[in-house]
């Protein structure tokens, strides 16, 4: 008989062997065709066929509606606990077995994981499996559609005053790092090479073509990712700056000591990670800029840290060989915000998560 326990050895048992997976690839294991691609290791189809066998025997052990609905919570909720784990998409795409679960859910039972559901896995990031979980837990209970999640103020509102927030918080840290005076952030350098190709148009000019032209593609490529908050980064993040370089101007500038700059270029670069989670994690919209690494992140299934380290990289040796100017700060601001910001994620995502639920609540 299959019961609660061995479902959870299931998903303990697939986390040792890809974590010894793991353990035995090279560091670029999988990119670029090098080495063996732990995502690719056998551990990982054996868990996928283990958990379908597992629910069919659950099935037929005739199991209590509060098993059904407790073997369906872990089931959906386990991706969204572990998204940084090496186990998160193998489990997000076995997620399709619980489809099977979702008929002999209660109805409030029902209404509690749609509810969840929602929450863990915003509806730009679902693939096909997770559209029809979505249905099914719609069917059961009763609605007509998609899930109801509170209307446009409950749904829109907290993500906007979210990525406004993450927007300030962004921008002080650009603010401390242009103020510093020590080089250039990767992406204007890149802006600043390509305004030596187009010295009839000024920096703001290239930087907002740059932007437009990122958006245009990303139109092409998954159209899902450009938001509301792609455009209100484009549009506010100069006002900000200006704003706290008129606060800030005072405190750090050029002529400040070396020590002080070299801290401020650091701290800036600490919290521009952080204020760039919490707009990623607001799900309202990320900068253009930074959507490039948030992509290829998604797309690749690589880690958000390495791959901006990377974006960064390309930006800035793009830009200096057509003319950019990399600095001290340059490199500092590449080697620090991408891994900072991998830091942040579950922690920007707990708060959001947090903020969220809360505005919802005020609302009933």
Request: glycine share 10%; proline share 5%; charged share 15%.
């Amino acid at each position: 008989m299959a019961d609660l326990q061995q479902l959870e050895s299931i998903y303990q048992e697939y986390e040792d062997k890809l974590a010894q997976a793991e353990k035995q690839a090279g560091l670029f294991a999988g990119a670029f065709n090098m080495g063996d691609d732990p995502r690719k290791d056998a551990c990982n189809q054996l868990f996928y066929e283990t958990l379908g066998q597992w629910v069919r025997d659950f099935l037929e052990s005739n199991p209590t509606p509060e098993e059904v609905s407790q073997a369906a919570a872990w089931i959906l909720g386990y991706p969204a606990a572990n998204r940084e784990s090496g186990t998160y998409w193998m489990a997000y795409a076995a997620q399709g077995h619980a489809r099977s679960l979702i008929p002999l859910l209660e109805r409030e039972a029902a209404e509690k994981l749609a509810q969840e559901f929602n929450r863990q896995y915003p509806r730009r990031d679902r693939m096909p499996v997770q559209r029809e979980l979505m249905k099914a837990l719609s069917a059961r209970t009763g609605a007509s559609g998609a899930h109801k999640e509170g209307g446009i103020l409950g749904t829109w509102l907290p993500r906007v005053v979210l990525l406004l927030i993450g927007l300030t918080i962004a921008h002080l840290g650009v603010t401390l790092f242009l103020l510093a005076n020590l080089g250039s952030d990767p992406f204007n350098v890149l802006i600043q090479g390509l305004h030596q190709l187009m010295p009839n148009l000024t920096h703001g000019t290239v930087h907002i073509a740059v932007s437009l032209l990122i958006i245009l593609v990303l139109l092409v490529i998954d159209r899902s990712y450009v938001r509301i908050g792609t455009f209100l980064c484009m549009l506010l993040g100069g006002p900000i700056i200006d704003l706290f370089n008129m606060l800030l101007g005072g405190i750090v500038s050029p002529s400040s000591p070396m020590a002080v700059r070299v801290v401020a270029v650091v701290l800036g670069c600490g919290i521009l990670a952080f204020g760039m989670t919490i707009v990623i994690k607001s799900q309202a919209g990320t900068g253009p800029n930074d959507l490039v690494a948030v992509v290829l992140s998604d797309k690749t299934k690589w880690k958000f840290g390495p791959v901006r380290v990377g974006v960064d990289v390309l930006f800035a040796l793009t830009g200096f060989l057509l003319g950019g100017t990399v600095g001290a700060g340059t490199l500092i601001c590449m080697a620090v915000v991408g891994p900072v910001a991998q830091v942040f994620m579950p922690f920007s995502e707990k708060i959001c998560a947090g903020f969220t639920a809360r505005v919802r609540s005020l609302q009933q």
